[in-house]
């Protein structure tokens, strides 16, 4: 990944701060009340430290949170508070961040070793090499990993200390250093010393010019897009939706309504009813495009937690923890940068498993009136669910806390129902009035034992459906009424075999291609199969011919 070095500003930050800490004198609780504060005007959250604070723990929780703004507004507030006289820079994303998140300390003999190792950086390099090493050693051996401390060393001092941070490590690699493992304090002061040293012949101007900060991810984002320009993807309007759902106009109308009225929506149904279907079909409505790069999809299941749709802590190669945004979080930070577009979060199946329980402070947010309201989230985060963003939810025909007050508050709940007579079309119409009878009586049951109409939307026969999906179905839901089961299966078979009067029935169309071997012939069924597939069944009988065209082939296909 590449890395960007420190700058002007960020070397003035980092030597405002440390001479403001120990102008502090040594006044621990000061300074984490300090700290609080402004995480707590901010974010309205402070979760990671209880007692006295060290004097880098500071820097490491504001880079460790996720939102550029909020930390660059705590990162502003601090400086104020602490009096700094130094603006804060535009950006933290360049100065070194260490491999763990959060606070370096969290017991008091921690603190004070980091608070020794702070004063041991600022002496004399000359006189002060002895104290160093044992601080670091001290501190080393306490609290921090040695490679987090580098760059404690490197917010403490950036002209003197090298961050020996993974981007670091693998850039002297490339130099021919090896690292020193265990890097101790006194491994360390030589390697820094040596790496300095060379640092002029490789054109840097001293430590703080190696590559360590964290990219700039936005200004990367923009030149990718920049290179690799998509093709634009078709424009999704009304007709679209009406043409990819068998709904009526008057319908679909109505449905839309409800999802602008609240800007969330539940599609409540029994299996193979089209939820999900709908639900991508009104997001792309939304968006406006067949790009769904505005969408967003989770599938919550008994598994799914908070952290899978918001905020978590995601161990990284090493193992070490770092926070992740989830694809909600996400969606709605794009969506705050782009005030213009509609952005769509998909929750396919949110009765997988209870909502409050994966949405958390998200939930209330969903509100209409609660849209823009900043609020505290886990991990020293904020999260705001702005206006442009639509919540689509797909669920069984049993979630009855769709109908709970606080939800109806928050989603507006379409029931959708099996479509079986458009599914089937008229030539199965006595098998629709049959199946709609049956599903009655499954109903009674349980909701979400009725037969949809997306039975009947792949590529089996209508034969083939009836067999193998519907009758198992049956005889599971009448396990304890073999006679009942039996009989609805009988009937079912019945409709097959008697199609509705005044329908002609359909030929079957089959392609032959002769000669491709002289053992055996290639068929390609073109249409549902009715009886044996015989030669003299075919419409038309084309040669095989190896390295011939198959615009014939074509033709054919499109005329049937």
């Not at 629709?432 to 009725?450: F, K, Q, T």
Request: include cysteine; hydrophobic fraction near 45%.
């Amino acid at each position: 990944m590449r890395r960007v070095p420190m700058i002007g500003e960020d070397i003035s930050f980092l030597k405002s701060y440390f001479d403001a800490v120990r102008r502090l004198g040594g006044d621990r609780d000061g300074l984490r009340e300090a700290v609080e504060d402004c995480f707590l005007d901010v974010t309205g959250r402070f979760d990671y430290h209880l007692g006295p604070m060290d004097p880098f723990s500071p820097l490491a929780l504001l880079l460790g949170i996720g939102n550029e703004r909020d930390a660059g507004e705590i990162s502003e507030r601090l400086a104020e508070a602490l009096g700094m006289g130094q603006a804060a820079p535009r950006t933290l994303s360049r100065i070194p961040s260490p491999s763990m998140p959060g606070p370096f300390s969290r017991s008091t003999e921690e603190t004070s070793a980091l608070w020794d190792l702070l004063d041991a950086s600022q002496a004399p390099s000359s006189s002060g090499a002895g104290a160093l090493e044992l601080a670091f050693d001290r501190a080393a051996a306490l609290c921090m990993p040695a490679p987090d401390l580098t760059v404690a060393l490197s917010w403490a001092a950036p002209l003197r200390f090298l961050p020996v941070c993974d981007s670091v490590a693998a850039f002297l690699s490339e130099k021919g250093f090896v690292i020193p493992s265990p890097l101790t304090g006194a491994a360390y002061l030589r390697l820094n010393r040596d790496v300095k040293a060379l640092l002029p012949e490789w054109g840097l101007d001293g430590p703080q010019s190696l590559p360590c900060g964290r990219v700039d991810r936005a200004a990367v984002d923009r030149v990718m897009d920049e290179i690799f320009r998509p093709v634009p993807a078709r424009p999704y309007g009304e007709e679209d939706l009406l043409s990819d759902t068998m709904l009526p106009a008057r319908e679909v109308a109505a449905i839309e309504s409800m999802l602008a009225s609240k800007g969330a929506l539940i599609l409540r149904g029994p299996p193979a009813v089209g939820k999900t279907h709908l639900a991508r079909a009104l997001a792309r409505r939304l968006v406006g495009s067949l790009d769904e790069s505005r969408v967003r999809w989770a599938q919550p299941h008994p598994g799914f937690a908070y952290e899978d749709l918001l905020f978590g802590r995601i161990p990284d190669e090493t193992g070490r923890d770092y926070i992740a945004m989830g694809p909600l979080a996400e969606l709605c930070d794009d969506a705050m940068a782009d005030p213009d577009n509609a952005y769509v979060m998909v929750l396919d199946g949110m009765d997988g498993a209870l909502p409050a329980s994966y949405m958390g402070e998200a939930l209330p947010l969903v509100a209409a009136s609660r849209r823009g309201e900043r609020v505290g989230a886990r991990y020293c985060q904020v999260l705001t669910v702005p206006g442009n963003v639509a919540f689509i939810g797909t669920a069984g025909a049993g979630f009855a806390a769709a109908d709970q007050p606080w939800m109806r508050r928050l989603f507006a709940v379409y029931d959708m129902r099996p479509m079986l007579a458009e599914a089937l079309g008229p030539r199965h119409a006595r098998l629709a009035e049959d199946l709609g009878e049956l599903n009655s009586e499954l109903a009674g049951i349980g909701p979400d034992r009725v037969i949809g109409h997306g039975f009947f939307m792949g590529g089996l026969s209508v034969r083939e459906v009836v067999e193998r999906e519907v009758v198992p179905v049956v005889r599971a839901a009448f396990a304890d009424d073999p006679d009942r089961a039996e009989s609805w299966a009988s009937r079912l078979s019945e409709d097959l075999r008697r199609p509705t009067p005044g329908i002609p029935r359909r030929q079957p169309a089959f392609l032959f291609l002769g000669g491709f071997s002289t053992k055996c012939s290639v068929r390609l069924i073109a249409s549902e199969g009715f009886g044996a597939a015989t030669r003299k069944n075919a419409r038309k009988i084309i040669p095989w011919r190896p390295h011939g065209r198959f615009g014939n082939i074509v033709q054919f296909m499109k005329s049937i």
